[in-house]
């Protein structure tokens, strides 16, 4: 039983870390180029700020799971938190739904992971 849980564990590690790229990847990427060149409600302050927070937490929770770090619970956690204000801010601003379920995958993988 002990490598069923073990097994489980890693697929749930790797999940993290395919999440956290592709949320890191989309944010950024839609900050650079889709909420620059609409302007407006896409770059303003808090929103933009709360866009490249999230790319890089994602970043960090990719890499602190990638080392087995200790302290990736903790990462993480913060991490699902971001994600989830990310996806709330993308929302809100509206034409950004590959931002939030990007935001959103990683916020509940993030989450799972935490919890182990």
Not at 48 to 63: G, K, P, Y
Not at 65 to 71: A, K
Not at 101 to 111: E, G, L, N
């Amino acid at each position: 039983m002990h490598q069923t849980n073990e097994h489980h564990s890693n697929e749930q590690m790797k999940q993290c870390i395919d999440n956290c790229q592709k949320c890191h990847a989309t944010c950024l990427q839609m900050a650079a180029t889709h909420c620059l060149e609409r302007g407006g409600k896409h770059v303003e302050a808090e929103h933009f700020r709360l866009m490249m927070d999230c790319a890089e937490i994602c970043q960090t929770s990719a890499n602190f799971v990638l080392r087995g770090s200790t302290h990736h619970a903790h990462v993480c956690a913060e991490c699902a938190d971001i994600c989830e204000a990310c996806a709330r801010s993308c929302e809100a601003v509206g034409d950004m739904d590959e931002c939030v379920a990007a935001c959103r995958a990683c916020a509940v993988s993030c989450r799972a992971l935490a919890s182990l």
